[in-house]
Each structure stands twice: as C-alpha cells, then as structure tokens.
C-alpha cells in the first residue's frame, strides 16, 4: 500500500470531508431510531418487531464492511468512499418508496451495505495521511460524526416530520448522501491508493491473534452502548417512562451536546495516556451510567441520560488506534473491517432486538441494568491487550 503524503491544509480539508461524509453515513443508519414510534404505529408493529429493523440494517452492514476489503484492492479508497456514500442515497431513496413491510427490510439490509463499506476506508485513509503520533486528534476529529448525529438525529427527525411522512425524511437523507458521494469523488483528495483484500491467510492471521477478539468484545459493546440503546431510547422514554415523543426526542438529541465539547479532547486523551487506559476509563464510566440508567427514578434518569454517553466518545480514538496497531500498515483495513463486522452484528443488530423483547415485556430497565454491567466487567480484558509498536509506511 502506497500513501501520497498531503499537506496540512490538505490533511485538514480531507478530514472535513470525511467527517461530513461519515456524519451523514451515521445519520442514515440511526434516523430510524426517533423514527420507531412514528413507523410502529404507522406499521402496526411492536418493540421488537421494530428493533428488527436495526438487524436487518446490521445484517447489510455487515456485508458492506466484509466487502470493503475486495472493493478496496479494486478500486481506490476514495473511490471506495464516493461508492459508499451514493448507494446509501440509492438504498434509502428505495426505503422511502417502499409500500410492504419487506420491502422496507430489504431496503435497510441494502442502506448497510454501503454504509459497511465506508469505515475500514475512511480510517485506513485517515491514519495513512496523517503522522502515527496524531492518529488519535485525527480520529477523534473524525469521530466527532457519530457524536453530532446522535445529537442532530432526533432534532433534524421532530423538524422534518412537521412538513414530511417518515419516508420523506428518509428519502433527504439519501439525497444529501448521494450528493455529497458525487462531491468527494469529483473534488476530493487522499486515498489514493489500494488497500489489501481478504484471503484465508491474512484472515487466519489476524483471527489467531488474542488482541483480535479482545477488541472484537470490546466493540461488541461499545457499540451496543452507543447504537444500541441509542437505537431503542426513544421507544423506552415513551413506553416505559411515559415521555411524550416531542420531548423524548428533544431530551435524547441534547443529551449528545456534553459529549460534543469532550469529543476534541478524545484523540489527545488517547495520545497523551495510551490506549489502554483511556478504554479502561471510558468502559468504566459508560457501564456505571447505563446502570443507573436503568434504576433511578424519572427525575434523576433524566440526569442519567446526559452523564451516560459523555466517555464513550473517548473509547473509539483509542480503539481504532489499537486495531491499527495490531497489524502491519497493509492489513488494518481488514483489521477494521473484520473486528467492527463482528461488533456490529451484535451491538447494533441483535442488541435492539434483545431490548425491544425486554420492552415489550415492560423491562426496558433491566435491559439497561444487564448491558451496562456486561460494560463494566469488559475491563477484566484490557490488562491482557497486546499492541505492537507503530510501523511507519
């Protein structure tokens, strides 16, 4: 793999667009989240039958990332990117104008493929730009996505449901994304160059390695924290602790803005103290929180509600930094893609199935009681992560 090095305005620009692009990435698979009271009652369907929406979405995802790495050794990594944004736009432009309940789920397995595609992509680029000693600034730039979709998800869903059905607020969404696709392939720098496709051997390496499912676990449940229950929140705020919509909406998107003035903050952090202690501090934290979360009574859950995500953010700097640091500079596209797969399929598929049965059985909080003390013990692995030192080119 050959990296043109870029400039410092140019390392700045790409990153802007990269963010742009993954915040949009994001907001796609999450828009359903603020959405679910809205298409349950539109769809007749129960908790867990809209939770299953998200599987279908992390099967697609799946793929998409499992893919990458053939796409990647095809094509280049921006033109990777670009595909990625624009069949995002085609896959929600097809959620939008679907009329049956399987269309849709067609749809969204369609919305995450490509959405897959873009992570190993993106970062891989990002690292390959910037110098080792920045990976965490840099990422934690880039991760600033997730934190403002989170936040602008449930906002931008209330706005445009007063003038659009759910399927028009789907179908902006996919329009922005394929716009923006089209941008970054026709004006965008970096990556360009090939990335390393998967073979049984280098898969074989990589699975054989224990800080590989070390990581893998501990994916597994940052991302079940932040997709997770982000993606079932909604439904427990209206459903359990009998919240309107308009104000569950409201409190859940701006309980994300704590975590924006600590997300700059997160790569040096992770720079500054290492990896491994700054996964430590934030698995620690996020369980607690979860926890009480699921305990305490309204007035000081909602309290709860903005304590819980503000380390999180700080977790995947970190994180990606030990996935790019557990294999050559070739292979960490395919250690990205494998390790977030896994993650994926179960943080952000099987755990909002899990907690819709949880509420349909009225116990939501018991659901929040179990993931966050699962976050908790999760620690008890990072002392035995091995990393390897960072090899430059």
């Given at each position: 793999?050959?990296?043109?090095?870029?400039?410092?305005?140019?390392?700045?620009?790409l990153?802007?667009?990269?963010?742009?692009?993954?915040?949009?990435?994001?907001?796609?698979?999450?828009?359903?989240?603020?959405?679910l009271?809205v298409?349950?009652?539109?769809?007749?369907?129960?908790h867990?039958?809209?939770g299953?929406?998200?599987?279908?979405?992390?099967?697609?995802?799946?793929?998409?990332l499992?893919?990458?790495g053939?796409?990647?050794?095809?094509?280049?990594?921006?033109?990777?990117?670009?595909?990625?944004a624009?069949?995002?736009?085609?896959?929600?432009?097809?959620?939008?104008?679907?009329?049956?309940?399987?269309?849709?789920?067609?749809?969204?397995?369609?919305?995450?493929?490509?959405?897959?595609?873009?992570?190993?992509?993106?970062?891989?680029?990002i690292?390959?730009?910037?110098?080792?000693?920045?990976?965490?600034?840099?990422?934690?730039?880039?991760?600033?996505?997730?934190?403002l979709?989170?936040?602008?998800?449930?906002?931008?869903v209330?706005?445009?449901?007063?003038?659009f059905?759910?399927?028009g607020?789907?179908?902006?969404?996919?329009?922005?994304?394929?716009?923006?696709?089209?941008?970054f392939?026709?004006?965008g720098?970096?990556?360009?160059?090939?990335?390393?496709a998967?073979?049984?051997?280098?898969?074989?390496?990589?699975?054989?390695?224990?800080?590989?499912?070390?990581?893998?676990a501990?994916?597994?449940?940052?991302?079940?924290?932040s997709?997770?229950?982000?993606?079932?929140?909604?439904?427990?705020?209206?459903?359990?602790?009998?919240?309107d919509r308009?104000?569950?909406?409201?409190l859940v998107?701006?309980?994300?803005?704590?975590?924006?003035?600590?997300?700059?903050?997160?790569?040096?952090?992770s720079?500054?103290?290492?990896?491994?202690?700054?996964?430590?501090?934030?698995?620690?934290?996020?369980?607690?929180?979860?926890?009480?979360?699921?305990?305490?009574?309204?007035?000081?859950?909602?309290?709860?509600?903005?304590?819980?995500?503000?380390?999180?953010?700080c977790?995947?700097?970190?994180?990606?930094?030990?996935?790019?640091?557990?294999?050559?500079?070739?292979?960490?596209?395919?250690?990205?893609?494998?390790?977030?797969?896994?993650a994926?399929?179960?943080?952000?598929?099987?755990i909002?199935?899990?907690?819709?049965?949880?509420?349909?059985?009225?116990?939501?909080?018991?659901?929040?009681?179990?993931v966050?003390?699962?976050?908790?013990?999760?620690?008890?692995?990072?002392?035995?992560?091995?990393?390897?030192?960072?090899?430059?080119?």
């Open positions: 793999m050959t990296a043109v090095p870029l400039t410092r305005k140019s390392q700045l620009l990153l802007g667009l990269l963010t742009t692009i993954f915040f949009v990435n994001f907001l796609a698979r999450i828009a359903l989240a603020p959405l009271p298409i349950e009652k539109d769809l007749g369907l129960g867990a039958g809209a299953s929406f998200f599987m279908m979405m992390a099967l697609g995802y799946a793929a998409g499992f893919v990458s053939y796409l990647s050794a095809k094509l280049t990594f921006r033109q990777t990117i670009a595909l990625s624009i069949a995002i736009g085609c896959a929600f432009f097809l959620v939008a104008a679907s009329r049956t309940l399987w269309a849709i789920r067609i749809g969204l397995v369609l919305t995450g493929i490509p959405a897959g595609i873009y992570l190993p992509s993106g970062i891989t680029t690292t390959a730009s910037v110098s080792p000693a920045n990976w965490g600034k840099a990422i934690s730039i880039h991760e600033l996505a997730p934190s979709a989170y936040m602008a998800a449930p906002l931008i209330e706005g445009l449901l007063v003038f059905p759910w399927q607020v789907l179908a902006l969404i996919g329009g922005v994304s394929f716009i923006l696709g089209l941008f392939l026709r004006l720098q970096g990556g360009d160059f090939k990335g390393e998967p073979t049984p051997g280098n898969i074989r390496l990589l699975i054989g390695k224990p800080a590989f499912w070390i990581m893998v501990l994916f597994s449940l940052a991302i079940a924290f997709m997770g229950l982000y993606s079932m929140m909604t439904l427990y705020l209206v459903a359990e602790r009998g919240i308009g104000l569950a909406n409201t998107g701006l309980s994300r803005l704590p975590v924006l003035a600590i997300a700059p903050i997160s790569g040096w952090v720079d500054r103290f290492g990896p491994k202690p700054t996964l430590t501090a934030a698995l620690l934290f996020s369980g607690l929180m979860t926890i009480l979360l699921g305990i305490l009574p309204d007035r000081w859950m909602i309290l709860m509600l903005f304590l819980q995500p503000m380390l999180m953010i977790f995947f700097p970190a994180g990606f930094t030990v996935l790019s640091r557990i294999v050559p500079q070739a292979s960490r596209n395919l250690s990205i893609s494998l390790t977030v797969l896994i994926y399929l179960i943080g952000g598929g099987l909002p199935i899990a907690l819709g049965a949880f509420g349909d059985a009225g116990a939501f909080g018991l659901a929040f009681i179990i966050g003390s699962l976050i908790l013990l999760s620690v008890f692995l990072i002392p035995a992560l091995k990393i390897r030192e960072v090899e430059e080119g």
